[in-house]
């Protein structure tokens, strides 16, 4: 079966840096495109980025967080990560991760992360 179990979210200041990994089992990281998405409370679940399937300079980024937002993949471990740097209040949501199979989207848990001011 396909998981995706996300990990590293926590508080951090204003200008802060943080790492957040997705493990991925049932499926290859490599072999499938895997996007973070995050969602403040009492808003819509927005796109973050992507990285597409075993070509890791494959990736896009939302207006957002480009330039301060960085994906990567081990294929060793599975694992898909997303580096935050230059942290902001309004970056403060539940990120998840995510992928699509044969048009099924398939979600972690997601992980809290805070920003304060």
């Known amino acids: 079966q396909v998981q995706l179990v996300e990990s590293g979210g926590c508080l951090v200041q204003a200008g802060g840096s943080l790492r957040l990994s997705c493990a991925v089992s049932g499926i290859s990281a490599n072999g499938n495109d895997i996007n973070w998405y995050r969602q403040a409370p009492g808003k819509q679940r927005e796109w973050v980025v992507s990285?597409?399937?075993?070509?890791?300079?494959?990736?896009n980024y939302a207006h957002s967080v480009k330039g301060r937002f960085t994906i990567s993949r081990d294929d060793a471990k599975n694992t898909v990560y997303l580096q935050m740097s230059s942290l902001k209040p309004e970056d403060t949501a539940v990120y998840y991760c995510?992928?699509?199979?044969?048009?099924?989207?398939?979600w972690g848990q997601g992980t809290q992360v805070t920003v304060s001011s």
């Open positions: 995510n992928t699509m199979i044969d048009l099924r989207q398939y």
């Open positions: 990285v597409y399937r075993s070509s890791s300079s494959s990736e």
